[in-house]
């Protein structure tokens, strides 16, 4: 048995910069990867098939899932003789902006490309993640980056202090169409307040563009964001398109606002060394190893100065 891991992200800023003829927005945002996690079990078959089960019934364990649209991105292009029956514990709510869906299939791409010894270089990759989803490629990556276009151009960025997080995950989902078919594009800001982040690392510059048509639909949202905040923590912001609200700040505060409001739980931030090393464990018993692959590709992007 092949067990793996995929872990959540937050979005510390989201930005709405325009609008494609396709009707996809650009955007510019800052993900960042936090310690939750799905688990995933693998085993090997001796069929060229993948047959998915999960514990979460509001989730399709069918062709339609992202795990499964990798499966079959991969074996269509590099055709191989054994398959895997793949069995998924969800910890990360669906339709909570926090990328279960997306980190399940990353870790995927990721576990099969050295599984069968692919070779398909970090570029490559991308690029497959790119055509299963916005936020897939960024799993790829892990820790802390900027995301541009749709989400879908990196630049992977150096990584934050270590940040306890609390976490509010609501009960309901929101559609990331529908959020977005209520939010209205206006001038854009100059200077962006995600690049002055990056010139100066104050976190208290950070939005997130899609809060207002969220909130809209669902106002407790809002509500949940105030109490938050008057708990203590220095930024409280919904992450993507909804439904997790995050905040950070001292453990001390969020130790005890999670005593006063229901719902929260406490994680906290990891960095890209620390993904790389606990997405995976394979065979050999050793972790996945791309992380000169991040560095190559690292270096071969510019880095957000300005």
Known sequence: MIQLLSFAKINLGLEITGKRKNGYHTLRTVFQTIDLCDEMELRETPEPRVRLTGDNPRIAWDDRNLIARACRLVYENYPQRKGFDITVRKKIPPGSGLGGGSGNAAVILLFLNQYFSLGIPLAGLIEMAAGLGADVP?????????????????????????????????????????????????????????????????????????????????????????????????????????????????????????????????????????????????????????????????????????
């Open 138 to 306: 960024f799993f790829l990556l892990g820790g802390t980056a900027l995301g541009e276009g749709i989400g879908e151009k990196l630049t992977p960025l150096p990584g934050i202090a270590p940040r306890p997080v609390a976490l509010f995950t609501p009960a309901l989902p929101v559609s990331t169409s529908l959020a977005f078919s209520r939010f209205h594009l206006t001038k854009a800001r100059n200077p962006s307040k995600i690049e002055l982040f990056l010139r100066r690392g104050d976190f208290s510059l950070l939005e997130n563009d899609l809060e207002k048509a969220t909130f809209e639909i669902f106002p407790e949202l809002r509500e949940i964001k105030g109490r938050m905040l008057q708990g203590g923590c220095e930024l409280v912001q919904m992450t993507g398109s909804g439904s997790a609200v995050f905040g950070l700040g001292p453990r001390g505060r969020l130790e005890s606002l999670r005593a006063s409001l229901p719902g929260i739980t406490l994680t906290g931030t990891i960095s890209r060394n620390q993904y790389q090393e606990r997405i995976g464990v394979w065979p050999s018993g050793k972790a996945s190893a791309f992380g000169a692959e991040i560095r190559r590709f690292e270096s071969s992007r510019p880095r957000k100065t300005t």
